[in-house]
């Protein structure tokens, strides 16, 4: 009796912080103009999606600043070439570009930001990208956004 309080108690631990990872996803980003992940996931059933994103370097936003776009695949280099004038400032994004679906601040080396968004604005079967939209990165700093079951 005692033993499978205890193997319960283990499973409920065990199951709380998995459960919550589903609907968010950690991603780091580096001095070396990468990101520690190519691909993410976003499960249907999550209503909000949640993306946490951590600079780990230590170079300044002005030389390595980075932040994570979400954008459908085709929208991407646009949407990156025409929010390099808006600038550190606006996060290089162009005021009121509706093709940018979520995006988080610009940050540098040891800030961390996030960002949240409705998973319903993603469609089934469309083809999805994040990048970082500072100058020159999104050639390296690109990854895909699926939706699944
Ligand atoms: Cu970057």
């Known amino acids: ?25 950690d991603v780091e980003s580096t001095d070396q103009m990468t990101f520690n992940t190519q691909a993410i ?42 929010g390099i004038p808006a600038g550190p400032d606006a996060s290089y994004i162009k005021a009121g570009d509706e093709r940018v679906i979520a995006h988080t601040d610009l940050i540098g080396g040891g800030e961390s930001t996030s960002v949240t968004f409705d998973v319903s604005k993603l469609a089934a079967g469309e083809d999805y990208s994040f990048f970082c939209s500072f100058p020159g990165h999104y050639s390296l700093m690109k990854g895909s956004v699926k939706l699944v079951d």
């Open 1 to 25: 009796m005692l033993r499978n309080v205890a193997l319960m108690a283990l499973l409920g631990l065990a199951s709380t912080p998995l459960l919550a990872a589903e609907c968010s996803v």
């Open 41 to 82: 996931s976003v499960s249907k059933s999550c209503k909000t999606f949640t993306v946490n994103l951590k600079h780990v370097g230590s170079l300044p936003k002005t030389a390595m600043g980075h932040n994570w776009v979400l954008s459908k695949t085709a929208d991407m280099p646009a949407v990156a070439t025409e």
